[in-house]
């Protein structure tokens, strides 16, 4: 891994999808970039153009052409890297996007690591390091809300909150550093009641980030469902009908294919996975040697249980029974439950009502005859909407910060108890400077070698 | 189909290959295209900036931000399709292409179908017909043979070429319906015997495109080579020890994949398909039910028959017997036959000499130790290289300006008829018509909408 200072290589990579299309984009990227581009491209020369400019020409290894292209060139601090870049458009087959990027290697790109275009705007100050995380969460986004999230991570709404944090904290960690240097002579520069209120602040504002990363990575990666049942009760024609009445809304618009996840669904932009379903439709309802104490697994698993019950068949006993082992064991764990009675249809709406008298969250449907399927979806999308997301709030959704935020709040917390028992000036200058580093992990201005490793290596080549 | 006169709509699609990448781009073309992306972007005024500049901004669908995004504009006659066009490079999300496309369509964009862009190309004076139907085949091609075909063609070699042949025939066209208007009067202002040589000249070139569209054809699609011979010689091995080499020099850029076909290897840029062969590796030389005498079907849709005898067994009758068999099969339709006589390790040398003493073209290996096994890709390039592909002729490729040229071609022999028995000028000028109207169709200065959509229903969504 280079820093900043070491970056004089250029990079090249292909950063439109691999296969053919219409077009295709490759990309280059560093001191090299316009002179590397300008050896093999015909038409003009690119060391004479603005930045921010597209000219067309031909690719050419000596006289052969190896196509006709366009190219757009970026100087220096106005490019994505912050280092001058090309990118060559050229005809989308993989044959000539091989021909290109060997022509550019040979003279004298490299091939781009995963990531390492992104890594080289973060290294030269362009991004922030979680405003270059949240750029393969905008690739990776599938949902209105995953794109929303990542987007505002990008635009750098995470950060410049915990940006302020620290500033704060910055100052107070000088402070009581200058008492040190004042040694034996025991004056107070950081106002202890002062510094104790700010930390408590802060505590507050980290508490809220941390508690917002289950809603944030269950947006992300989709809400987990769970739908448990008897045998018989009409599982997997709930699925389906949830599913179908899915397929059938999703646009389809030529060219573009919508990633579909099996087993998902999409409501106002919120991803809902069926958690191990597949079984689910392929045995037709078939007779499951496990009843519902078996599906525990499931339920685990799960931010949202679906209890499916026939309602014309279920005595009150066996479904208070159930309703009771689903809650125990979801307890204090912020899940929900929803009791589905399936079947209406064919029972009696007073004995029903009777039945279902002492259950909260039940929803009456007809699965087979796609009956209130639609409250099912309420149901599913209230269950998000009732957290932080329609609140505007920073919501965490990168395990890595969540891991920060959790140290960095610890060691606040070692700073409000030194402060509870008079602890002396450097302890608490050491706390802090912890603290410190944990959220500056989060923005980069604190990175290693190995923290920037790991975290582009899970990027895709060519951005 | 639209015609020039009527291109009020703007179109738009993806231009990138489906599927998640660094980068998708998304293309508009029509009097609106600047219009419409500006209606939903945000950062400049796009209706204000010059030709071939790109824009940092945002996406934007009301208050929400979509994506953040940098937008190419070309005005006018400087794009590839000779109107306003604008190229929208997003984050390369599934997602987010889905949501551009459905704000540009909702701004009165409409959706490019298949091949509209190199339509509008063409409709408007980008390229002419052939020139449009070459950049298809361009994105198609997976060798340097075919690309460069391809591209000779794309940058109008061929055209120009036809275009040539029929100015010169349309002065002789004016020149007889000149003497028509004089009706009775007979005056010659078409001089015979200069349209005589004239015909003569153009057939000539005629007949030689039309015979280079064998070769340009299977240039084009992979040569086709048919591995014969009877169980046990080792069909497989010889198979795999050809395959095998190929796949360890195809050469591994991170990012992109070489689109490789089963059985299909590429010398010096041809690449050559392996006719039938799945079987083959399969069976692992398994007995099979059919000699050689079976085997005809192969050897009439391969260009090349490979003739694999086992040198250490056979006898020289049966040798000679499967070559003349061959041969006869063979006979005036431009295939050639190489025979093989594999595992002369096995064998007395001077024995083997003398049993192929008879036989043209053979070559000694063995497939199981990788013996010889270049001279066999040798006489594979050899039988291209023997054709016209390195004399830097004009070759035909397409089956739909191969049948126009053998229409031309049919008409001037008809014009030279006429001539023969002094046929009158009204007669003459239209077969002359008629062949300048198949001349026309390949450059498209003649088209119908049924010809282009044809020719264009071809194309990927996009182009």
Chains 1, 2 share one sequence.
């Not at 099996?262 to 409501?267: L, N, Q």
């Not at 009771?324 to 009791?339: A, M, Q, T």
């Not at 992990?441 to 899970?458: A, M, P, V």
């Amino acid at each position: 891994m280079q820093t900043k200072n070491h970056i004089t290589d250029t990079i090249c990579a292909l950063a439109t999808p691999s296969g053919i299309g219409a077009i295709a984009v490759i990309r280059l990227s560093g001191p090299e970039a316009i002179t590397i581009c300008n050896s093999c491209f015909f038409g003009k020369d690119l060391t004479q153009v603005d930045t921010h400019t597209i000219h067309f020409g031909t690719v050419r290894d000596g006289d052969r052409i190896v196509d006709e292209v366009l190219v757009s060139v970026f100087r220096d601090k106005k490019s994505f890297t912050g280092e001058n870049a090309v990118e060559i458009s050229t005809h989308g087959s993989p044959y000539i996007q091989q021909q290109v990027l060997q022509l550019l290697l040979k003279n004298g790109a490299k091939s781009a690591g995963q990531g390492e275009f992104t890594l080289r705007a973060f290294l030269n100050g362009k991004l922030d390091l979680s405003q270059a995380e949240a750029v393969a969460d905008v690739i990776a986004s599938n949902s209105e809300a995953s794109l929303q999230l990542a987007m505002q991570q990008m635009r750098g709404g995470f950060s410049s909150e915990i940006q302020k944090l620290r500033e704060e904290l910055i100052h107070f960690a000088s402070l009581i550093e200058l008492e040190l240097d004042f040694g034996e002579e025991d004056v107070e520069f950081a106002n202890r009641d002062d510094l104790k209120q700010l930390v408590v602040k802060l505590q507050t504002k980290l508490i809220h980030l941390i508690n917002s990363f289950n809603l944030g990575n269950v947006i992300k990666n989709g809400v987990p469902v769970a739908i448990v049942g008897e045998p018989n009760v009409g599982k997997s024609t709930l699925l389906n009908a949830l599913l179908n009445e899915e397929r059938a809304i999703v646009s389809d618009i030529a060219g573009t294919t919508r990633d579909t996840i099996e087993d998902e669904i999409v409501i106002s932009g919120i991803s809902f996975r069926f958690i191990d379903t597949a079984g689910l439709r392929d045995t037709k309802d078939a007779i499951e040697s496990m009843g519902i104490k078996k599906s525990f697994e499931k339920i685990d698993e799960a931010s949202v249980v679906l209890l499916l019950v026939d309602a014309s068949t279920i005595s009150e006993n066996q479904l208070m029974a159930d309703v009771k082992n689903i809650e125990d064991r979801i307890e204090g764990k912020n899940k929900r439950l929803v009791v589905i009675a399936n079947k209406v249809d064919k029972a009696n709406q007073a004995v029903i009502s009777d039945k279902f008298n002492r259950v909260k969250h039940v929803l009456f449907v007809s699965a087979k005859d796609k009956l209130n399927i639609e409250a099912i979806k309420e149901q599913l999308f209230n269950y998000v909407n009732s957290g932080a997301l329609n609140q505007n709030d920073v919501i965490v959704t990168n395990a890595r910060h969540y891991e920060a935020l959790t140290q960095a709040n610890e060691f606040l917390t070692k700073v409000l108890d030194g402060l509870d028992i008079n602890i002396t000036g450097d302890f608490l200058a050491m706390d802090i400077r912890q603290s410190l580093h944990y959220l500056g992990l989060i923005t980069g201005d604190i990175s290693t070698d190995d923290l920037l490793d790991n975290i582009f290596s899970k990027f895709c080549i060519g951005k």
